[in-house]
Nanobody
């Protein structure tokens, strides 16, 4: 059974930065792509960033473009989300997701593997 485990969340002041990590464990796991989503209280889960592991195509939500960077360290199979210029609107639980199917999708239904989430709170 594959498990995705996120870490790196926390409380940060507006304008600050955080780096989230996501490690896959369990059976040998070769996803086609991985992504970060987030969910604020009372809101639907929304797409943040996507990384194709075949071809390395990257896609960002407009709300985070230029402030967030998604990357993966192939040596240790860790997915990262580097976040700069954090705003109170970025406050949410951030989830790592993966899929073994090709293509780029911003819909949570396109991903079959999920982590438990890590809380990011941006507040002064």
């Amino acid at each position: 059974q594959v498990q995705l485990v996120e870490s790196g969340g926390g409380l940060v002041q507006p304008g600050g930065s955080l780096r989230l990590s996501c490690v896959a464990s369990g059976h040998t796991f070769t996803p086609y792509s991985m992504a970060w989503f987030r969910q604020a209280p009372g809101k639907e889960r929304e797409f943040v960033a996507h990384l194709s592991l075949i071809g390395s195509a990257i896609t960002y939500a407009d709300s985070v473009k230029g402030r967030f960077t998604i990357s993966r360290d192939n040596a240790d199979d860790t997915l990262y989300l580097q976040m700069y210029g954090l705003k109170p609107d970025d406050t949410a639980v951030y989830y790592c997701a993966a899929t073994t199917f090709p293509g780029v999708t911003r819909s949570p239904t396109g991903y079959g593997y999920w982590g438990q989430g890590t809380q990011v709170t941006v507040s002064s």
